[in-house]
């Protein structure tokens, strides 16, 4: 008679060292405690990882946020992914709440690298089955994987506090033509929060040839005076783009102007730049960590944790991700 063995799942979830704050959080919400790893840097920069535990047979989730030094930490979540593959993990899902590289999706101009695509390729040798992100840069870094991504939006998160917070008359305003998807999201969830008169417009901007963090609002194609303007983006990296815009809308007439962005980059002059602009709140995820110097008055932090943890769960109990999000997180 063929012998016969029953066996249970068991998720183990294991934090690099880019966002391990995001990360406890997230065990705490799953009722899981992180799994004992060890994580160091010799003296020439090389990093070592060893999970403390035996994980053969389980499902891993190596929660990883690319955060700077951002080539470090996709390193130590490719370290953490191959040695939970040679410890015999039975399933790898890298979790990247803030997935580095994702604006080098395309070539801009010739003789650049698809900086994207490589990653993905990275992350598949290392031996990930599976990606869970939050807002990628566009939609279409998913293709660039040859098997499943769990493609997460905050959009629900800071809606939620928005609707709270709003009052009056509100335009939602992507930065860009291109934006105008993140936008119309917004401005649904918004109303179906119970905002009322929600108007949609964009920003026509500039990017001049061969630079890479400087755009130049031209002008406002919508209705926006008198009206709360809520600038809606994936991320705030030096935050040149969005200052121009909300200056632009304040031109323009806006009664006030609210920056909501996943990602909170806030790389150089950024917490200058949206410190002294006209600018009565910013709006981020906890996807990447701030430092203390990265804290003003005015930002205001959401915890992305509870929505990443109910994704996890539902990828470890073989659930829809998609229903977390009524279907609109693509």
């Given at each position: 008679?063929?012998?016969?063995?029953?066996?249970?799942?068991?998720?183990?979830?294991?934090?690099?060292?880019?966002?391990?704050?995001?990360?406890?959080?997230?065990?705490?919400?799953?009722?899981?405690?992180?799994?004992?790893?060890?994580?160091?840097?010799?003296?020439?920069?090389?990093?070592?990882?060893?999970?403390?535990?035996?994980?053969?047979?389980?499902?891993?989730?190596?929660?990883?946020?690319?955060?700077?030094?951002?080539?470090?930490?996709?390193?130590?979540?490719?370290?953490?992914?191959?040695?939970?593959?040679?410890?015999?993990?039975?399933?790898?899902?890298?979790?990247?709440?803030?997935?580095?590289?994702?604006?080098?999706?395309?070539?801009?101009?010739?003789?650049?690298?698809?900086?994207?695509?490589?990653?993905?390729?990275?992350?598949?040798?290392?031996?990930?089955?599976?990606?869970?992100?939050?807002?990628?840069?566009?939609?279409?870094?998913?293709?660039?994987?040859?098997?499943?991504?769990?493609?997460?939006?905050?959009?629900?998160?800071?809606?939620?506090?928005?609707?709270?917070?709003?009052?009056?008359?509100?335009?939602?305003?992507?930065?860009?033509?291109?934006?105008?998807?993140?936008?119309?999201?917004?401005?649904?969830?918004?109303?179906?929060?119970?905002?009322?008169?929600?108007?949609?417009?964009?920003?026509?901007?500039?990017?001049?040839?061969?630079?890479?963090?400087?755009?130049?609002?031209?002008?406002?194609?919508?209705?926006?005076?008198?009206?709360?303007?809520?600038?809606?983006?994936?991320?705030?990296?030096?935050?040149?783009?969005?200052?121009?815009?909300?200056?632009?809308?304040?031109?323009?007439?806006?009664?006030?102007?609210?920056?909501?962005?996943?990602?909170?980059?806030?790389?150089?002059?950024?917490?200058?730049?949206?410190?002294?602009?006209?600018?009565?709140?910013?709006?981020?995820?906890?996807?990447?960590?701030?430092?203390?110097?990265?804290?003003?008055?005015?930002?205001?932090?959401?915890?992305?944790a509870p929505l990443l943890a109910a994704a996890i769960d539902a990828v470890f109990g073989d659930g829809s991700v998609s229903g977390l999000f009524g279907g609109d997180n693509f």
């Amino acid at each position: 008679m063929p012998r016969e063995l029953v066996t249970k799942k068991q998720m183990v979830l294991a934090a690099g060292r880019g966002h391990h704050e995001l990360a406890e959080e997230i065990g705490v919400s799953l009722d899981v405690p992180l799994a004992q790893v060890k994580l160091s840097t010799f003296a020439n920069g090389e990093i070592y990882c060893r999970f403390g535990e035996s994980i053969r047979g389980c499902d891993v989730f190596v929660i990883q946020s690319h955060c700077e030094p951002i080539n470090d930490h996709v390193m130590e979540q490719l370290l953490l992914i191959d040695a939970a593959k040679r410890a015999s993990a039975k399933r790898i899902t890298a979790v990247c709440p803030y997935y580095g590289y994702s604006r080098q999706d395309r070539k801009a101009e010739g003789r650049e690298p698809i900086s994207a695509r490589l990653v993905a390729d990275m992350l598949s040798v290392a031996g990930a089955d599976r990606v869970v992100s939050v807002d990628l840069h566009t939609g279409q870094i998913q293709g660039f994987f040859d098997f499943p991504v769990d493609h997460l939006t905050a959009v629900p998160v800071i809606a939620e506090y928005l609707a709270g917070t709003l009052d009056g008359d509100v335009t939602v305003v992507a930065p860009d033509a291109g934006g105008g998807k993140l936008a119309r999201r917004y401005a649904t969830r918004l109303e179906g929060e119970g905002s009322a008169d929600i108007e949609l417009a964009f920003i026509d901007k500039h990017r001049p040839k061969g630079t890479h963090n400087l755009a130049v609002a031209t002008e406002v194609v919508g209705n926006v005076s008198g009206r709360t303007c809520v600038l809606v983006d994936d991320m705030i990296d030096t935050a040149g783009t969005v200052v121009s815009a909300a200056e632009l809308l304040m031109a323009r007439g806006a009664r006030e102007v609210i920056i909501a962005a996943t990602h909170g980059l806030l790389s150089g002059p950024a917490v200058d730049r949206l410190k002294n602009g006209p600018v009565k709140e910013v709006v981020v995820t906890n996807t990447l960590p701030l430092s203390d110097d990265k804290i003003f008055d005015t930002l205001r932090v959401l915890s992305i944790a509870p929505l990443l943890a109910a994704a996890i769960d539902a990828v470890f109990g073989d659930g829809s991700v998609s229903g977390l999000f009524g279907g609109d997180n693509f």
